[in-house]
T-cell receptor, first 114, second 112 residues
Framework: IAGITQAPTSQILAAGRRMTLRCTQD?????MYWYRQDLGLGLRLIHY???????GKGEVPDGYSVSRANTDDFPLTLASAVPSQTSVYFC?????????????FGDGTRLSIL | SQKIEQNSEALNIQEGKTATLTCNYT??????LQWYRQDPGRGPVFLLL?????KEKRKERLKVTFDTTLKQSLFHITASQPADSATYLC???????????FGAGTRLTVKP
């Protein structure tokens, strides 16, 4: 089934450790996004990529980095995890960049930093 | 500062009634507004998009309105069913094309 695959589905991590959340899409979408979702705050954009080879910062980029080596993969890295990064992380994609483009989401990674 | 507010955290209605969810925004001038559905433990799923020059958009039992004067969108589900129980999110783009802002969502429960 076409869509977005995120891994792992959940993880408990010690503070200070490095962690990479994986995201793969098979829809050949150009644009990809990473969000975090916290209770009462809704989804907040961390980083985005308009197309392979380009990335940009969203609303809450500090403490996170991304890369986009190819169309399908868009990993999110926490270089040194802190408890405030405990959240549910969603990867999304859209066929192209634009305010009128619907986004397709994965089912998230639940991350707890202790 | 820019804000998106959805009318309430939770809405409970009886099966068969019409559910109406509200999305208000301040300090935005969005050209488009989107609505998503999110089930527990799942990612959001796109439902409808409405443009600023469209007053209303329909899809099956769903209807969305967009009032740029009031800075408000209403999302209606007619003849609601227990299967419609979910959290509904509104979203709009902030200026540039990549910065989509989401409301915190309204959790709808339809009781049989």
């Amino acid at each position: 089934i076409a869509g977005i695959t995120q891994a792992p589905t959940s993880q408990i991590l010690a503070a200070g450790r490095r962690m990479t959340l994986r995201c793969t899409q098979d829809m050949r979408h150009n644009a990809m996004y990473w969000y975090r979702q916290d209770l009462g705050l809704g989804l907040r954009l961390i980083h985005y990529s308009n197309t392979a080879g380009t990335t940009g910062k969203g609303e809450v980029p500090d403490g996170y980095s991304v890369s986009r080596a190819n169309t399908d993969d868009f990993p999110l890295t926490l270089a040194s995890a802190v408890p405030s990064q405990t959240s549910v992380y969603f990867c999304a994609s859209s066929s192209r960049t634009g305010r009128n483009q619907p986004q397709h989401f994965g089912d998230g990674t639940r991350l707890s930093i202790l | 500062s820019q804000k998106i507010e959805q009318n309430s955290e939770a809405l409970n209605i009886q099966e068969g009634k019409t559910a109406t969810l509200t999305c208000n925004y301040t300090n935005y001038s969005p050209a488009y507004l989107q609505w998503y559905r999110q089930d527990p433990g799942r990612g959001p799923v796109f439902l409808l998009l409405i443009r600023e020059n469209e007053k209303e958009k329909r899809k099956e039992r769903l209807k969305v309105t967009f009032d740029t004067t009031l800075k408000q969108s209403l999302f209606h589900i007619t003849a609601s069913q227990p299967a419609d129980s979910a959290t509904y999110l509104c979203a709009l783009a902030l200026g540039n094309n990549n910065d989509m802002r989401f409301g915190a969502g309204t959790r709808l429960t339809v009781k049989p």
